[in-house]
């Protein structure tokens, strides 16, 4: 199902600059102080796009990120760091520089900051790694249908984590009541009423990949297909492309799975509603019913279409990488890590919707592989093939 985005554009959002280049710029050089920060590969799939009709297909693999196997160890560790430093500055008097906060010397204040936040996997994780970095607590909340491997990745860097009788949204709710009841510091990675601080921060996280993509890639794509969840990361990409337009200009096409395309079926609301439950996703880390709203505002003003593609569609998607045609380059995903191909896929298999995207001859995709087979038992009853995946590795490895 495509939806081309008719919102009607104000050119004037402030979100935008604060997800630019600039932003990116900033966040980029504080990561650099973290052991581990170096930009993920961005690779070339020469042949896939030849078999696709386009003129160029890359991706930008974020299956090692930090060693934490996803995208979201920006975001996470990025809003993670900011927080404990306001945390610091307001029982110092002054602001501590983030080597300070890094380098152990603040260890003792840090120890009596608890960070919360609800996770399908990969944010808790992340959240986990940044605490880890400071020395403060880290308590993650999971839904009930989270399996058992993701909570033993998110234990492994040192997080408290609980898993709740909860749906993903409702999860989420959980752990914001909580930090209100108990003096935590919530790191949210979706927006709700008033909410756009400190997951405006975890999405000026991500805008680190979009800017190392395009210092990467030898020209700016025409099009990114990119999969959402809440909306964070799309809304991020879509944000940083639409304020470097004076130099790029990239049409951004959401991609949802059909169970959960929240931003999708709220793309024309005047305030998003929680969409209707189904049966969970293989995508699981986009089984999401309700957007952040501030992706939901930042999307609707910047994203060009949006698309839902079906479930087997994803573990195809996860297949093709897994096995490249002859001389492109093997990537491994988990099958969210995978529903960007999926959509161009779909999208490409259809000639009215090639149509509708400008999907030809002269165009430039870029994929983002948002995470790699972190769940190797799904990864393996969906393709049919073993991997070994180094997704426990540490940051102080
Ligand atoms: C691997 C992966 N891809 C994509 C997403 C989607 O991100 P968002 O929820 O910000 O839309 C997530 C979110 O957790 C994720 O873990």
Not at 196 to 225: N, S
Not at 356 to 381: C, H, K, M
């Amino acid at each position: 199902m495509l939806k081309m985005n008719t919102h009607p554009r104000s050119a004037t959002l402030p979100e935008l600059a604060a997800l630019g280049p600039a932003a990116a710029a900033a966040v980029r050089d504080l990561l650099r102080q973290c052991p581990a920060y170096r930009p993920t590969p961005l690779l070339d799939l020469p042949r896939l796009a030849q078999e696709l009709g386009l003129a160029q297909l890359a991706v930008k693999d974020e299956s090692q990120r930090f060693g934490l196997g996803a995208f979201k160890a920006l975001g996470g560790i990025y809003a993670v760091l900011r927080l404990g430093q306001d945390y610091a500055a307001a029982r110092l008097q002054r602001t501590p520089h983030m080597a300070e906060l890094l380098d152990g010397s603040l260890r003792e204040l840090m120890r009596g900051l608890t960070m919360v936040c609800a996770s399908a996997g990969n944010h808790g994780k992340a959240v986990a790694a940044g605490c880890r970095l400071l020395g403060c607590r880290a308590l993650i909340y999971v839904h009930r249908s989270v399996r058992p491997c993701r909570l033993e990745a998110i234990r492994a860097q040192g997080a408290e984590v609980r898993q709740l009788d909860l749906g993903y949204d409702d999860a989420v709710a959980q752990a914001g009541a909580d930090a209100r009841a108990h003096g935590y510091v919530l790191v949210s990675d979706t927006a709700g009423p008033g909410g756009d601080r400190v997951t405006g921060w975890v999405m000026q996280g991500y805008t680190a990949l979009i800017d190392e993509a395009l210092e990467q890639l030898p020209q700016p794509p025409t099009h990114v297909f990119v999969q959402a969840g809440v909306g964070g990361l799309a809304g991020a990409a879509a944000a940083y492309l639409a304020a470097a337009r004076a130099t790029v200009a990239t049409r951004v096409i959401v991609v949802e799975p059909r169970r959960a395309a929240c931003l999708l079926h709220n793309a024309d609301a005047a305030v998003p509603a929680r969409i209707a439950a189904e049966a969970p996703s293989v995508m699981s880390m986009l089984d999401c019913r309700e957007p952040s709203l501030l992706a939901w505002r930042v999307l609707r003003e910047t994203a060009y279409a949006y698309l839902a593609v079906e479930e087997d569609e994803a573990v195809h998607a996860v297949r093709r990488w897994a096995a490249p045609s002859d001389g492109d380059p093997r990537l491994l995903a988990g099958a969210s890590g995978a529903t960007g191909l999926a959509g161009l896929l779909h999208a490409g298999a259809r000639a009215p919707m090639r149509e509708a995207l400008g999907l030809d001859a002269a165009a430039r995709v870029l994929l983002i592989n948002s995470e790699g087979p972190n769940d190797t038992q799904a990864f393996t009853e969906q393709t049919g093939l073993s991997v070994v995946w180094p997704a426990q590795a540490s940051m102080h490895a």
